[in-house]
């Protein structure tokens, strides 16, 4: 998959899960989506299976309301799980809050 067809996945599931949750503040995260998967996937050394490796890098967003959009990348990436991330964002008790 190259870095356009894994910007569109994580507008999809953005998509999905602000859909899914009834939420808004889409716009943030299709416009963030580009930036995302160029870091997660061609410039970050990001392992999922060694999220604590000493040479990792450390991402920050500020901008909340791409929220679903970072959320995606790293469900896309393998650092969450997607089923769990579908079932629980923006839900009472869940793991994944909107913002």
Known sequence: M????RAHEIRRLALELAL????CHIGSSLGIADILAVLF?????????LPSAPLRDTFILSKAHAGSALLS????????????LER???RDGGAFGGH
């Open 2 to 5: 190259n870095t356009e067809q």
């Open 20 to 23: 899914g949750a009834g939420t």
């Open 88 to 90: 629980e964002y923006c």
């Open 41 to 49: 996937f061609d410039v970050m050394p990001v392992d999922p299976d």
């Open 73 to 84: 990348a790293l469900a896309l990436r393998g650092t969450i799980d997607r089923g769990e």
